[in-house]
């Protein structure tokens, strides 16, 4: 079986600070950045909205962008950063042969039908019937396609021409995991040569705000970093709008078209706890110790959501490792879910690319001041399912 | 002694246990009878009134238990129903499957009663606002585990014991052939020696029926449910929403034979092909559906004329029909004439999510049994359509290798080939 280096040769992003790598890098390497928060409109939540976007810049029909939701919209558009980043879009040889795999929650739902809908259950016990009566009235017919979870790699397919094969990942921040642990095993082991990998997600509509408040997950109250919400009112999880894609590629095919190399990826892995039972941090701890971590000190960049739980798990299993300095990328962006370990890998790679680190995201977070060679990148689900990736300079 | 590698010198993947439900019933035996006297599993719909929709007919899950209590629930049995067939014929343990689950199932959204359950709980506010403030105020971990995507897959983990984090997938009607090239390639990868596939869809809603009627994509020919779906006829008017399950455990065919375990047939080939036209139509030219046939020939190491019998997408919407005989023809060319080429849904209807896995198990049961199922109320031929679709009654046939086809929205194609021997 043959075992090809895998390195990220481009990269995507987008969040409440802004888009782009180099935009990112330059607000969240600045000490004491304040993150970008909305606390009015979803009240008592906070949320890190989308920054201004033009669109066309990524997704140059405007009848393309009227097909999509926002959530699509944006994932289409930081896929369309990052295949420009690795030289890959317009060329038509490329973008035919490049596998893709998408990790996708669902889209939004009608905020104003569904109200109606609730609205008028009051005065009705006929609700089934009145179901018929709102939706087939009511539905815009293409709503169902921007809401579709594997349309958003449609409408990639569509907009940017990438038509290898196409898998969409569903599930949480698992979906991200599985995404890039797959697609870095099909280039390890000759199935794929470039590989499209990442997610998106918009959080500024109250149904995704719901999925996670079904399950009383939300922080509410005044914005606090990541790792000081124990205790604090509500779930501890502080959401935000944002998109990651990184372009994964097979090393002698990135060098062999004289593409820039951000970083390498190192070993991909992923675990179900069986949390009921207890048992998270022993099984995080399990994790880090399959990432063959180097010697010395070590950044981490912590999709950690801030979710008790979780979070105090997360923060036990790295701090059982004194050589480890996390930074907790959800204090500056929210928790992007599905996009989140993308993202998590996406910043790895830039400080690894950049040869620093980043400075303490919150009071804290133990400084690290030296060049790193190897940064790791986790995600542990609020709810489910963990993973995490070692990101190396790229030699 | 056959061969342990394959053309390009991967492990060979064998299947050693199939398990499925559809309108029909639950398990093989049942199926497979159902299936080869030609009878149809579409009925008029029951779960919720018909009043105001354009079509009352669907081939849903209306025996099990969870059939009313929501997608998420009903979901999980059939995916859970079908895996225990699947993994009690392999011969292993229930909770101890040691490999990868890879589950295709349907995005999931929380069901309207709970919604409306939800807005019920308060009388302040209005809309998102008062769901979100009595979400706050209750415990709703129920239904907050029926709207995480993850769950199904992580309940069914817990159950079967598979190993690692599970893979929930969506390339929307083409999903249960993915959850099968997933084990393939992660199996062929030296990952594991087996996986488990499953395809599961439970999905029927009223909302998710009337999205897809505002497409246009349902039969709307309610009068006599059992001749609604249609495949390749001139009369055809679009699919009809069904629901169901199918599992496979796939296994390498070195870890197969060496625990004696019963090989059912071998999955040689995965081919894919994305397309870039448009979010629900295909290119005119039927490029992206023909390259993912010859990319799923060239992965079983076949040429064109290898293949026995085509278990077709066939939904029996006057596009994918024509695009789907557009594309075999041009692969196989005037030999497509004479290629057995049938489908299921004709009696099932399209179950979606689940569609590729219960066709893929479907065509495995062809093999073995050597009877191709018929494509019913092949009535009234399209005459642009010349293929021998099985008209109306099973046939009795050698078959050893099998072509199925998955077509999907969002430009997603995925074509496996099938063959009854190792070689």
Not at chain 1, 37 to 63: C, M, N, S
């Amino acid at each position: 079986m043959v075992n090809r280096d895998v390195v990220i040769s481009g990269i995507g992003l987008v969040s409440s600070l802004g888009e782009g790598g180099d935009a990112h890098w330059d607000k969240m390497t600045a000490p004491g950045v304040a993150p970008v928060t909305d606390a009015e409109r979803f009240h008592p939540y906070v949320v890190h909205p989308l920054p201004e976007i033009d669109w066309g810049l990524q997704i140059a029909k405007r009848g393309d962008q009227r097909q999509m939701e926002t959530w699509q919209r944006l994932g289409t558009y930081t896929a369309g950063m990052a295949l420009d980043d690795a030289g890959i879009k317009g060329n038509d040889d490329l973008t035919a042969t490049m596998d893709m795999v998408v990790a996708a929650g669902g889209g939004e739902r009608d905020e104003a039908v569904d109200a109606g809908v609730l609205a008028a259950s009051e005065n009705r016990t006929d609700r089934d019937v009145l179901l018929n009566e709102k939706l087939t009235t009511e539905l815009r017919p293409t709503l169902f396609l921007a809401q579709l979870s594997n349309l958003l790699a449609g409408n990639i397919s569509i907009v940017h021409k990438v038509t290898g094969s196409s898998r969409t990942f569903m599930g949480e921040e698992g979906a991200g995991v599985a995404a890039i642990e797959t697609a870095a095993a099909r280039i390890r082991s000759g199935q794929s040569t470039h590989v499209l990998v990442g997610g998106s997600f918009q959080t500024e509509h109250p149904d995704m705000l719901l999925g996670y408040e079904l399950g009383r997950y939300l922080h509410r109250g005044p914005w606090k970093p990541v790792w000081q919400r124990q205790g604090s009112e509500g779930g501890g999880v502080v959401t935000g709008s944002g998109g990651a894609f990184l372009v994964l590629e097979a090393r002698e095919h990135a060098e062999a078209r004289g593409q820039n190399i951000y970083a390498q990826l190192g070993p991909v892995v992923s675990g179900r706890t069986r949390r009921r039972n207890g048992g998270l941090e022993a099984g995080i701890a399990e994790l880090i110790s399959r990432t063959e971590l180097p010697g010395g000190e070590l950044l981490a960049i912590s999709g950690a959501s801030g979710a008790h739980a979780a979070t105090a798990a997360e923060k036990a299993a790295l701090e059982a490792n004194p050589a480890i300095a996390a930074r907790a990328l959800s204090s500056l962006t929210g928790h992007m879910k599905e996009a989140q370990f993308p993202f998590a890998v996406a910043l790895a790679a830039l400080a690894v690319s950049r040869g620093a680190g980043y400075p303490a995201f919150e009071a804290g977070e133990k400084a690290f001041a030296g060049k790193p060679a190897s940064v790791l990148a986790t995600a542990v689900g609020y709810h489910q399912f963990e993973g995490m990736a070692l990101v190396s300079a790229p030699r | 002694m056959a061969n342990l590698k394959d053309h390009l010198g991967r492990p060979v993947v064998a299947v050693t246990g199939i398990g499925v439900v559809t309108s029909l019933g639950v398990g093989k035996a049942e199926n497979w009878a159902a299936l080869t006297s030609g009878k149809s599993g579409i009925h008029p719909i029951t779960r919720f009134p018909v009043a105001l929709l354009n079509t009352q007919i669907s081939g849903m899950i209306d025996f099990l238990p969870s059939s009313t209590k929501g997608s998420s629930a009903l979901t999980y049995e059939l995916a859970e129903t079908a895996a225990k067939e699947a993994v009690a014929e392999a011969g292993l343990d229930t909770g101890d499957f040691d490999g990868p689950l890879f589950l295709a199932s349907p995005p999931v959204e929380l069901d309207w009663a709970d919604r409306l359950a939800l807005y019920a709980g308060d009388k302040e506010g209005s809309g998102y606002e008062r769901l979100l403030k009595v979400a706050r105020s209750q415990n709703s971990l129920d239904m907050f585990e029926t709207a995480q995507f993850g769950s199904i897959a992580d309940r069914l983990a817990d159950l079967f014991g598979t190993r690692g984090l599970p893979i929930t997938l969506s390339t929307a009607c083409a999903s249960g052939a993915t959850a099968i090239q997933l084990g393939v390639e992660a199996i062929r990868r030296g990952e594991c020696d087996r996986a488990l596939s499953i395809g599961a869809d439970g999905s029927a809603t009223a909302e998710a029926l009337i999205r897809f009627s505002l497409l246009s994509a349902l039969s709307t020919n309610n009068a006599v449910p059992a001749k609604a779906s249609k495949p390749f006829s001139k009369d055809r008017d679009g699919f009809v929403l069904a629901e169901g399950s199918a599992a496979l455990v796939l296994e390498s065919l070195e870890s197969a034979l060496a625990r004696g375990a019963e090989v059912l047939g071998i999955l040689r080939g995965c081919g894919e092909k994305s397309d870039d036209f448009h979010r629900t139509r295909s290119k005119p030219d039927g490029s992206p559906a023909i390259g993912a046939v010859k990319a799923a020939l060239a992965d079983a190491g076949l040429r064109e004329d290898e293949i026995d019998y085509v278990n077709a997408h066939g939904t029996s919407t006057p596009e994918n029909d024509k695009m789907e005989h557009l594309s075999l023809s041009t692969v196989f060319g005037e030999r497509i004439r004479k290629i057995p080429v049938s489908s299921n849904k004709s009696m099932i209807g399209h179950t979606l999510s689940a569609a590729g896995a219960i066709e893929a198990a479907f065509s495995l049961m062809t093999m073995r049994e050597g009877v191709i199922p018929p494509t019913i109320n092949y009535d009234n031929p399209d005459p642009s359509i010349e293929l021998d679709v099985v008209p109306n009654v099973k046939r009795k046939a050698e078959v050893r290798t099998v072509l199925s086809n998955s077509f999907g929205f969002g430009g997603q194609n995925t074509c496996l080939v099938m063959a009854r021997e190792p070689v």
